[in-house]
């Protein structure tokens, strides 16, 4: 097949992140450190301050499903009285448990500790039943909805409930652990995420480019150790040099997509298991995402943090995480993603069993759609269950949308 | 469609229709509910009638072209309604965060209704046992209380809240009369006109449900005992969160050889669960109201797991088995399914999962309701 896709060299260094990751896990074992399992954007800051190590189960699931093993782990869970209608990442995680961790696409160490914050309820539901199942105490940091992000007062008292359950959170693991949380560590892991999400943002800006020298699917691929080894100092150096070789891309006039005929916007979190064919087919005709939902709210996430007053500052990312937002401020800071981006359609994957991301997805995009006159296609899927993900079907309906592009392009030259 | 026994059927089939006649009559404000979680009292108060959303029946209309089909029932609906301009005798929406399809669709209705409607979203927190959670929901029902004064442009004085406390007080002590009886003498009453009488206290002032309650209650001491039927083996109906019960699964139940003895649902007892401790003040009443009252799967308990309350509810009234209704697409109750069954399983209570979606009730559900109840018999 023809080659449509460059891979930025950077990415062969999630090898050494992964594996230095994974021997801490494996020490942590042997030594009797603790283990969290964490969702994606859960204050690991305090995890690491504490000397206990992060883990993701998200983050197998979406491994399971990239080796095809998804499908087969859901229905373990469905067959132990699990809807299929529930997110695919706790069904396959699940599954793992329930086939008595048996079938796993890795080893997953059991965790001593769970810690979630509110922000997706589907989490704190999975995380509820892990802690049933595997009797270990949960932590949950219960975010309010902001759902007006101009109300002074409403945000601050917001902050302030995160900010005293994040305390509450430490003294916990203090008791835990038996002993202080480290506080230099914790400024140093909040710097650390700090200057990775500021990173993140230079890398991310590069997409404005035409062309431009990366497409979102190389941002999902290098998106990884933002949220799994988040606070590391290897995590900056990754997106330092990541930043290096972008930035080489664009003094060259590299284009990500060969000839750039398309800019588009990708909403909704993408089927992993079929991230390389996405990204091919739409390379294939010339088409770069240039702006997605999943990726630039992690600069804000991560720029928001401050070692200067960690927890304050931990609780106002918290918050302040893209999906914890209202509609309005959600709306418009896409308007100006693809205003900037000179975006001039949207391909929208609706995760049927991620209803908390993709519940209000096409009624948003029908306010982006009225407001820029742009098309928006949809494309059904999921982000790990294969069975709900149609190939052929996607094929059709996106090639078809770039002829509608076209034309349009044709009707303002 | 399902015959109509009363007054209560009357006015919960006809509520549109009866809640304008009732608008042009007082001149009052109608503020709509959401389910769940909304507070009414402080509707009250102000002077307004809180009306509880029961969503439609109707096949969608417009709602498909902004939501996908995979989300609940009722929110589909009730957006489907406000799109369609059904609700336009309402003045304001208030709707609490209960969970992430509510608060993140319910977020884009603003845009769809005029600027004089009031929305408000009361930002209900998932933790119901910590001081600083308590602190939270303190501060969002002073917020709330806040904006409908501002809203209705009346001031809600602490006399206020003390006489609408005493109305609902008095509303839910009838309410509980009916469910104490039902739980007793079970065959004098039918499944169907117990959710009507809760449907209807939803959607009409309480002052008035309580004197047509009153009236009801008195009506069927005379009746019986010779309206009692035989009563069937004794059953609790769980589940069914946020939206009407569908009469034709509890007629199938009943047809079956069941008895409703007691239930956990949102047109049941949910509804009236919290006693209303009028000893503490306003807001830390209303705080009680959302952090007691009957387990529901949108709120943290770690305390109390999933199908704990069932247990005991089941004990309490001599139930021999448990029909919970799984609300199609509704994630958050389904999270919970296997570990209420397994908590019915280690209570020795057998139980069974009916899934509804609207469609009415099909043949092979009747069909293993009919098991059930059978097995339950031997």
């Given at each position: 097949m023809e080659k449509t896709i460059y891979p930025l060299k950077t990415g062969e260094q999630q090898a050494a992140l992964r594996e230095a990751h994974n021997a801490a896990v494996a020490r942590a074992r042997e030594t009797g450190q603790l283990i969290a399992w964490c969702t994606g954007q859960a204050p690991i800051d305090i995890l690491r301050a504490a000397d206990i190590v992060p883990y993701f189960p998200e983050n197998i699931s979406c491994l399971g499903a990239a080796r095809g093993m998804g499908s087969d782990l859901c229905q373990i869970a469905e067959e132990h009285g699990?809807?299929?209608?529930?997110?695919s990442y706790g069904r396959i995680n699940l599954g793992i448990i329930l086939s008595e961790w048996q079938k796993s696409p890795a080893k997953v160490p059991r965790p001593d500790l769970l810690y979630c914050p509110s922000t997706c309820q589907t989490h704190l539901k999975w995380f509820e039943e892990l802690s049933r199942q595997l009797h270990v105490p949960l932590l949950v940091l219960d975010l309010p909805q902001v759902?007006?992000?101009?109300?002074g007062e409403y945000v601050a008292a917001a902050t302030e409930y995160a900010r005293r359950q994040l305390q509450e959170h430490v003294a916990f693991l203090e008791e835990l652990t038996g002993r202080p949380l480290d506080n230099a560590r914790l400024e140093e892991v909040v710097a650390a995420g700090a200057r990775a999400g500021r990173l993140w943002g230079e890398i991310i800006a590069m997409a404005k480019q035409r062309p431009s020298p990366i497409t979102v699917f190389d941002l999902f691929v290098h998106f990884g150790p933002l949220s799994l080894y988040r606070g590391l100092n290897e995590t900056v150096t990754y997106y330092q040099q990541l930043l290096e070789e972008v930035q080489e891309r664009v003094r060259q006039g590299f284009s990500a997509v060969g000839e750039e005929r398309y800019r588009l916007c990708w909403d909704g979190i993408p089927a992993w298991f079929r991230l390389g064919f996405l990204g091919r087919t739409l390379a294939r005709h010339g088409?770069?995402?240039?702006?997605?939902e999943q990726v630039y709210p992690w600069v804000e996430f991560m720029e928001t943090l401050d070692p200067r007053r960690p927890l304050e500052s931990i609780a106002t990312a918290q918050l302040f995480y893209h999906i914890n937002l209202g509609a309005d401020h959600r709306i418009e800071r896409l308007v100006r993603e693809l205003q900037d981006s000179a975006v001039e359609g949207i391909v929208v994957q609706s995760d049927r069993t991620c209803k908390t991301v993709h519940g209000d997805q096409l009624a948003r995009m029908r306010v982006i759609q009225e407001r820029l006159n742009i098309p928006v296609v949809a494309v059904e899927g999921d982000m790990c269950d294969q069975r709900l993900f149609h190939e052929a079907d996607a094929t059709a309906r996106i090639e078809t949308f770039l002829e509608l592009l076209t034309k349009r392009q044709g009707l303002t030259v | 469609m399902f015959v109509k026994d009363s007054v209560f059927d009357d006015i919960v089939e006809r509520r549109d229709e009866w809640l304008r006649a009732w608008k042009q009559r007082t001149g009052k404000k109608l503020i709509g509910c959401f389910p769940m979680h909304v507070p009414e009292i402080p509707i009250h108060a102000a002077g307004a009638l809180p009306v509880v959303l029961l969503g439609s029946d109707s096949p969608a209309r417009t709602v498909d072209q902004y939501l996908?089909?995979?989300?609940c029932h009722p929110l589909r609906s009730t957006m489907d309604q406000l799109l369609n301009g059904e609700l336009g005798y309402l003045d304001g929406l208030v709707i609490a965060d209960t969970c992430d399809q509510v608060k993140r669709v319910a977020d884009l209705w603003r845009r769809y209704l005029p600027p004089s409607f009031l929305v408000h979203h009361l930002a209900v927190p998932r933790k119901v046992d910590s001081a600083a959670g308590q602190a939270w929901l303190i501060a969002e029902l002073r917020r709330y209380s806040r904006a409908l004064a501002a809203f209705l442009e009346v001031t809600i004085s602490d006399e206020a809240f003390a006489q609408s406390i005493a109305v609902y007080r008095e509303n839910r002590a009838l309410l509980r009369e009916l469910y104490r009886w039902r739980a007793e003498q079970p065959g004098l009453f039918r499944a169907r006109e117990i959710a009507s009488v809760v449907a209807a206290a939803m959607v009409m002032p309480k002052e008035e449900h309580s004197a047509l309650l009153s009236g009801y209650l008195a009506a069927k001491k005379e009746q019986a005992p010779a309206s009692a039927r035989d009563a069937g083996v004794r059953l609790i109906v769980s589940g069914n969160l946020c939206e009407e019960l569908e009469r034709g699964i509890v007629e199938a139940v009943e047809d079956a050889g069941?008895?409703?003895?007691?239930d956990d649902l949102f047109t049941g007892s949910r509804y009236f669960a919290s006693p209303l401790d009028n000893s503490v003040p306003p807001l830390e009443l209303l705080a009680a109201e959302y952090t007691g009252g009957i387990a529901c799967p949108t709120k943290h308990t770690p305390a109390s797991p999933p199908g704990a309350h069932l247990v005991e509810l089941a004990s309490a009234t001599r139930a021999k088995g448990v029909v919970v209704l799984a609300q199609g697409f509704c994630e958050i109750h389904s999270w919970e399914w296997p570990a209420t069954q397994a908590e019915l399983d280690r209570a020795q209570i057998p139980g069974i999962l009916v899934e509804i979606d609207h469609g009415g009730t099909p043949e092979r559900v009747k069909t293993r309701l009919a098991a059930f109840v059978e097995m339950l018999r031997e």
């Amino acid at each position: 097949m023809e080659k449509t896709i460059y891979p930025l060299k950077t990415g062969e260094q999630q090898a050494a992140l992964r594996e230095a990751h994974n021997a801490a896990v494996a020490r942590a074992r042997e030594t009797g450190q603790l283990i969290a399992w964490c969702t994606g954007q859960a204050p690991i800051d305090i995890l690491r301050a504490a000397d206990i190590v992060p883990y993701f189960p998200e983050n197998i699931s979406c491994l399971g499903a990239a080796r095809g093993m998804g499908s087969d782990l859901c229905q373990i869970a469905e067959e132990h009285g699990f809807s299929p209608e529930l997110c695919s990442y706790g069904r396959i995680n699940l599954g793992i448990i329930l086939s008595e961790w048996q079938k796993s696409p890795a080893k997953v160490p059991r965790p001593d500790l769970l810690y979630c914050p509110s922000t997706c309820q589907t989490h704190l539901k999975w995380f509820e039943e892990l802690s049933r199942q595997l009797h270990v105490p949960l932590l949950v940091l219960d975010l309010p909805q902001v759902h007006n992000t101009g109300d002074g007062e409403y945000v601050a008292a917001a902050t302030e409930y995160a900010r005293r359950q994040l305390q509450e959170h430490v003294a916990f693991l203090e008791e835990l652990t038996g002993r202080p949380l480290d506080n230099a560590r914790l400024e140093e892991v909040v710097a650390a995420g700090a200057r990775a999400g500021r990173l993140w943002g230079e890398i991310i800006a590069m997409a404005k480019q035409r062309p431009s020298p990366i497409t979102v699917f190389d941002l999902f691929v290098h998106f990884g150790p933002l949220s799994l080894y988040r606070g590391l100092n290897e995590t900056v150096t990754y997106y330092q040099q990541l930043l290096e070789e972008v930035q080489e891309r664009v003094r060259q006039g590299f284009s990500a997509v060969g000839e750039e005929r398309y800019r588009l916007c990708w909403d909704g979190i993408p089927a992993w298991f079929r991230l390389g064919f996405l990204g091919r087919t739409l390379a294939r005709h010339g088409a770069c995402c240039v702006v997605c939902e999943q990726v630039y709210p992690w600069v804000e996430f991560m720029e928001t943090l401050d070692p200067r007053r960690p927890l304050e500052s931990i609780a106002t990312a918290q918050l302040f995480y893209h999906i914890n937002l209202g509609a309005d401020h959600r709306i418009e800071r896409l308007v100006r993603e693809l205003q900037d981006s000179a975006v001039e359609g949207i391909v929208v994957q609706s995760d049927r069993t991620c209803k908390t991301v993709h519940g209000d997805q096409l009624a948003r995009m029908r306010v982006i759609q009225e407001r820029l006159n742009i098309p928006v296609v949809a494309v059904e899927g999921d982000m790990c269950d294969q069975r709900l993900f149609h190939e052929a079907d996607a094929t059709a309906r996106i090639e078809t949308f770039l002829e509608l592009l076209t034309k349009r392009q044709g009707l303002t030259v | 469609m399902f015959v109509k026994d009363s007054v209560f059927d009357d006015i919960v089939e006809r509520r549109d229709e009866w809640l304008r006649a009732w608008k042009q009559r007082t001149g009052k404000k109608l503020i709509g509910c959401f389910p769940m979680h909304v507070p009414e009292i402080p509707i009250h108060a102000a002077g307004a009638l809180p009306v509880v959303l029961l969503g439609s029946d109707s096949p969608a209309r417009t709602v498909d072209q902004y939501l996908p089909s995979w989300l609940c029932h009722p929110l589909r609906s009730t957006m489907d309604q406000l799109l369609n301009g059904e609700l336009g005798y309402l003045d304001g929406l208030v709707i609490a965060d209960t969970c992430d399809q509510v608060k993140r669709v319910a977020d884009l209705w603003r845009r769809y209704l005029p600027p004089s409607f009031l929305v408000h979203h009361l930002a209900v927190p998932r933790k119901v046992d910590s001081a600083a959670g308590q602190a939270w929901l303190i501060a969002e029902l002073r917020r709330y209380s806040r904006a409908l004064a501002a809203f209705l442009e009346v001031t809600i004085s602490d006399e206020a809240f003390a006489q609408s406390i005493a109305v609902y007080r008095e509303n839910r002590a009838l309410l509980r009369e009916l469910y104490r009886w039902r739980a007793e003498q079970p065959g004098l009453f039918r499944a169907r006109e117990i959710a009507s009488v809760v449907a209807a206290a939803m959607v009409m002032p309480k002052e008035e449900h309580s004197a047509l309650l009153s009236g009801y209650l008195a009506a069927k001491k005379e009746q019986a005992p010779a309206s009692a039927r035989d009563a069937g083996v004794r059953l609790i109906v769980s589940g069914n969160l946020c939206e009407e019960l569908e009469r034709g699964i509890v007629e199938a139940v009943e047809d079956a050889g069941g008895e409703v003895v007691a239930d956990d649902l949102f047109t049941g007892s949910r509804y009236f669960a919290s006693p209303l401790d009028n000893s503490v003040p306003p807001l830390e009443l209303l705080a009680a109201e959302y952090t007691g009252g009957i387990a529901c799967p949108t709120k943290h308990t770690p305390a109390s797991p999933p199908g704990a309350h069932l247990v005991e509810l089941a004990s309490a009234t001599r139930a021999k088995g448990v029909v919970v209704l799984a609300q199609g697409f509704c994630e958050i109750h389904s999270w919970e399914w296997p570990a209420t069954q397994a908590e019915l399983d280690r209570a020795q209570i057998p139980g069974i999962l009916v899934e509804i979606d609207h469609g009415g009730t099909p043949e092979r559900v009747k069909t293993r309701l009919a098991a059930f109840v059978e097995m339950l018999r031997e």
